[in-house]
């Protein structure tokens, strides 16, 4: 994340957005690795959905939900999209490290009311902050969608 940090207007930043890249992608605002992992854990035996998941997810993280497009700026950022969710959000791969994210904190609140998970976090609010909403983090980002299982299970 310090390359990235450093990169100027004349840098190209290349990444590979993939399923499971939230999981590898651990770089919380206020919590911990091992705080995000019961908080994942949590969601997914109280029966979440990958959305919801990942919304709050990105509103946990300094690098998804459009923050590594924030970090980055003003490099340009090519984000090649191998897709593992239904329907192939590519907001919701990899909780969207290169994409203006269309939730809020208020949705990531409702999730965590949904599934009472404020109890799982040990600070107030679970720390949950806003994602990138300016787009001006994003006109230099192109996503370029390269799989998906539908691809994949033809190709086989």
Known sequence: ?????QADSRDLIVTIVSGGGSALLCMPHKLSCDDLTLLTRALMHAGATIEETNTIRKHLSEIQGGQLARLAHPATVLGLIFSDVPGNDIGVIASGPT???TTTVADARRIMKKY????VCRLPDCQLRETPKDPT??????NVFLMNNTFAVEAM
């Open 99 to 101: 994409v203006m994210d």
């Open 137 to 142: 983090f994003f006109k230099d980002v192109t």
């Open 1 to 5: 994340m310090e390359i990235v940090r």
């Open 116 to 119: 009472d998970l404020l109890k």
